[in-house]
C-alpha cells in the first residue's frame, strides 16, 4: 500500500505541472487588458509601460510563466491588481469558507442520496424506486441558480425564517459553528447539495441492484443470514464506489460553486473568481484557479487511495 501511495504521488507531479501551464495560459489569452482596472482612463503610454513593467507584463509568454511558477513554488501567488493585497491571503480565506460549504453540502446530498439510492436498490420497479429515482433525477436537472433564487423567495423574502445572503450577521467574511452563523449556511448548503444528492443517488442504486443480483447473496440468505448482515454485506462492497463518487463530488462542488455564490453572496472561491473576472485581476484569477485546480488533483489523489485501501480487489500494481 505505500509503494502504490507512492506511485500515486509521482505520477501527480506531471499532473500538477500541466495543471499550473493551463492555469496561466487560459487567463492570458483572453481578450482584454487587465491593467484597466487600475489605471486612469487618460492614462499616459510611459505610465502604461511603468505598470507592466511593475507587473511583469512587458516579458515574453515563457518568461513570465517561469517567474511566475518559481514564485509560485516559492508560495507567492502576488499582488491582486485591483486591491493591492497579497492574492494567497485573499484566495485561503476565500478557499475556506467554500471548503466548509461544499463539505456541508456533500454531506447533505451523500446522507440522502444514499438513502435514496439504497431504498431504490431494494426495491427496484416498486413505487419507492420510482419515487426516489424521480427525485435523484430532479435533483440532477435543476439549475441551482434558479433553485437558489426560488428558496430565497420563499424562506427569506415571504416566510422571513432565513437571511438571504452573506455568511454571518454583520456582513461578516468569516462563517464560524455558531447559532448566529449557522442560519446563514443552510440555504446555499441546501442549493448546492441537490446535484451530488441526485448523482450519489443514481450511482447507488446502480450499485445496490448490481450487488444484490449477484450470487454470493444468495448463498449469504442460504445459510440463513439475516437481512441486516446481507446488508452490511452490501454496504461494504458499495462503500468504494460511492466513497469515490462522494469525493469527486466535493472537488466538483469546490470548482462550481460560482453561481451559488454569487447568488446567496457568499464569501467563498467562486465569489472570489467571479470578481475577478470582471475586474480582469489576472494575479487574483491565476491564483484563484490554481488552488482550486491542485485541491482538486489531491482530492483525486486522496479518494483513489483510500478506494484502494477499502477494496483490496483493486489492483494496485
Not at 426495491?123 to 441551482?144: M, T, Y
Not at 484569477?285 to 485546480?293: D, E, N, S, V
Given at each position: ?129 420510482k419515487l426516489a ?6 435533483g440532477v436537472s ?7 433564487m426560488v428558496l ?166
Amino acid at each position: 500500500m505505500l509503494a502504490f501511495t507512492l506511485r500515486r504521488l509521482l505520477y501527480v507531479t506531471p499532473v500538477a505541472i500541466g495543471v499550473t501551464v493551463v492555469c496561466f495560459l487560459l487567463v492570458h489569452i483572453t481578450p482584454g487588458d487587465p491593467l484597466t482596472a487600475i489605471l486612469p482612463a487618460d492614462a499616459t503610454l510611459e505610465l502604461q509601460e511603468q505598470m507592466k513593467a511593475a507587473y511583469g507584463f512587458d516579458k515574453p509568454l515563457p518568461v513570465q510563466y517561469a517567474l511566475w511558477f518559481w514564485k509560485v513554488l516559492h508560495g507567492d501567488l502576488g499582488n491582486s491588481i485591483a486591491t493591492g493585497r497579497p492574492v494567497a491571503t485573499e484566495v485561503l480565506r476565500a478557499v475556506k469558507n467554500t471548503l466548509i460549504l461544499a463539505t456541508v453540502a456533500t454531506m447533505i446530498g451523500f446522507t440522502f442520496g444514499t438513502l435514496f439510492g439504497f431504498v431504490a436498490g431494494y426495491f427496484r420497479d416498486s413505487w419507492l424506486d420510482k419515487l426516489a429515482s424521480f427525485i435523484s433525477v430532479l435533483g440532477v436537472s435543476v439549475p441551482h441558480y434558479w433553485l437558489g433564487m426560488v428558496l430565497v423567495i420563499i424562506f427569506a423574502a415571504q416566510l422571513g425564517w432565513l437571511p438571504p445572503t452573506g455568511a454571518g450577521p454583520d456582513g461578516s467574511s468569516d462563517w464560524r459553528p455558531d447559532a448566529a452563523h449557522l442560519r446563514y449556511i443552510i440555504l446555499p448548503a441546501i442549493t448546492m447539495s441537490v446535484i451530488p444528492m441526485g448523482v450519489i443517488a443514481r450511482t447507488v442504486r446502480a450499485l445496490v441492484g448490481d450487488i444484490l443480483s449477484q450470487d454470493f447473496v444468495e448463498a449469504l440468505r442460504a445459510k440463513g443470514m439475516s437481512e441486516f448482515g446481507v446488508f452490511r454485506h452490501v454496504v461494504v462492497n458499495a462503500a468504494p464506489t460511492a466513497l469515490a463518487v462522494m469525493g469527486l463530488q466535493l472537488g466538483y462542488l469546490l470548482g462550481g460553486s460560482i453561481l451559488i455564490e454569487t447568488v446567496f453572496s457568499w464569501p467563498g472561491s467562486g465569489f472570489l473568481l467571479n470578481a475577478a473576472i470582471f475586474q480582469r485581476d489576472l494575479p487574483l484569477l491565476q491564483g484563484t484557479i490554481l488552488i482550486l485546480a491542485m485541491f482538486f488533483v489531491l482530492l483525486n489523489l486522496a479518494v483513489d487511495v483510500l478506494q484502494t485501501a477499502l477494496d483490496p480487489r483493486i489492483k494496485r500494481g
